[in-house]
């Protein structure tokens, strides 16, 4: 497969065109940003932790019969992926109160939730992602009824199966962010990527965090924790 020119050179990743108008590969970068993109930093090896994790969780998801954008991983930081036209939705899950959830509505951080949070914000950094509901989609156009239906029976499910995959690495799934987008054919398949960038992971025992909250907040050990959590998806 022939890289092509590059398409789009976002915050953590770079997107190039190949031979093939269904297919780009994704590049992933060290860069790392926070508040939309005003805390700027560098997290040496992170792109390589987000490029194989992403790729190990997404072939996962495809043997459970959620469809997803891999196609082939070409190197420790670039994967051929299913070119789609993103939906322009960041869609989060949660099941433990942490971040923006816990601030906005005072219920404090590691409070379990008495059911699962969906929650959709419209991606646009301009904007700040501002967070929007069902019929603000609709209203606006972003998605169908039909694709909020589907995205949303894919996220739950989605959420069911990383909570066990991590419960047998030592980690609880606190939240995330997934992005889907649309092939060719109008088909709905998971895309861009899940990583310490895009998950809240605690250690289930220590409640350690190991993901980008490190960066985000200055706690130290930001490498550390995106080693540690390789090791654990990749060794148990
Ligand atoms: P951002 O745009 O938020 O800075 P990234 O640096 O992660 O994010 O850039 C990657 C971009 O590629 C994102 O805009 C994402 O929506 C997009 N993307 C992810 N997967 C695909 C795909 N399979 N096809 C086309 N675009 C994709
Ligand atoms: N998230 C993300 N990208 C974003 C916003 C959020 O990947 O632009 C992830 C974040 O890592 C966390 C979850 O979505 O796992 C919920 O984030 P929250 O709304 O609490 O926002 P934050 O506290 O990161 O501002």
Same mark, same amino acid.
Request: negative net charge.
């Given at each position: 497969?022939?890289?092509?020119?590059?398409?789009?050179?976002?915050?953590?990743?770079?997107?190039?065109?190949?031979?093939?108008?269904?297919?780009?590969?994704? +590049? =992933? #970068? @060290? %860069?790392?940003?926070?508040?939309?993109?005003?805390?700027?930093?560098? &997290?040496?090896?992170? $792109?390589?932790?987000?490029?194989?994790?992403?790729?190990?969780?997404?072939?996962?998801?495809?043997?459970?019969?959620?469809?997803?954008?891999?196609?082939?991983?070409?190197?420790?930081?670039?994967?051929?992926?299913?070119?789609?036209?993103?939906?322009?939705?960041?869609?989060?899950?949660?099941?433990?109160?942490?971040?923006?959830?816990?601030?906005?509505?005072?219920?404090?951080?590691?409070?379990?939730?008495?059911?699962?949070?969906?929650?959709? +914000? =419209? #991606? @646009? %950094?301009?904007?700040?992602?501002?967070?929007?509901?069902?019929?603000? &989609?609709?209203?606006? $156009?972003?998605?169908?009824?039909?694709?909020?239906?589907?995205?949303?029976?894919?996220?739950?499910?989605?959420?069911?199966?990383?909570?066990?995959?991590?419960?047998?690495?030592?980690?609880?799934?606190?939240?995330?962010?997934?992005?889907?987008?649309?092939?060719?054919?109008?088909?709905?398949?998971?895309?861009?990527?899940?990583?310490?960038?895009?998950?809240?992971?605690?250690?289930?025992?220590?409640?350690?965090?190991?993901?980008?909250?490190?960066?985000?907040? @200055?706690?130290?050990?930001?490498?550390?924790?995106?080693?540690?959590?390789?090791?654990?998806?990749?060794?148990?």
């Amino acid at each position: 497969m022939k890289k092509a020119e590059q398409l789009y050179e976002g915050k953590a990743k770079k997107v190039f065109a190949t031979d093939d108008p269904n297919l780009c590969i994704v +590049s =992933y #970068k @060290d %860069d790392a940003t926070a508040f939309n993109g005003l805390k700027k930093g560098t &997290i040496e090896g992170k $792109g390589i932790v987000n490029n194989k994790m992403s790729n190990y969780l997404m072939q996962m998801l495809e043997r459970s019969g959620i469809p997803t954008h891999f196609a082939q991983e070409l190197s420790d930081r670039e994967t051929l992926v299913k070119k789609v036209h993103i939906v322009p939705l960041e869609v989060i899950i949660r099941n433990v109160a942490a971040g923006s959830f816990s601030k906005r509505l005072g219920i404090e951080e590691g409070t379990p939730l008495k059911c699962k949070v969906l929650e959709f +914000s =419209y #991606k @646009d %950094d301009e904007l700040g992602d501002p967070m929007v509901n069902d019929y603000h &989609i609709l209203a606006a $156009g972003y998605a169908t009824k039909q694709e909020v239906e589907t995205i949303t029976d894919y996220a739950f499910r989605i959420d069911d199966l990383l909570i066990d995959f991590f419960k047998n690495i030592g980690v609880d799934l606190i939240d995330f962010k997934l992005e889907f987008g649309k092939t060719a054919d109008g088909t709905i398949i998971l895309a861009d990527e899940i990583s310490p960038d895009t998950c809240r992971f605690w250690d289930a025992k220590t409640h350690e965090k190991l993901d980008k909250d490190r960066f985000r907040r @200055d706690m130290g050990n930001v490498e550390g924790a995106y080693a540690e959590m390789m090791k654990r998806v990749f060794q148990g």
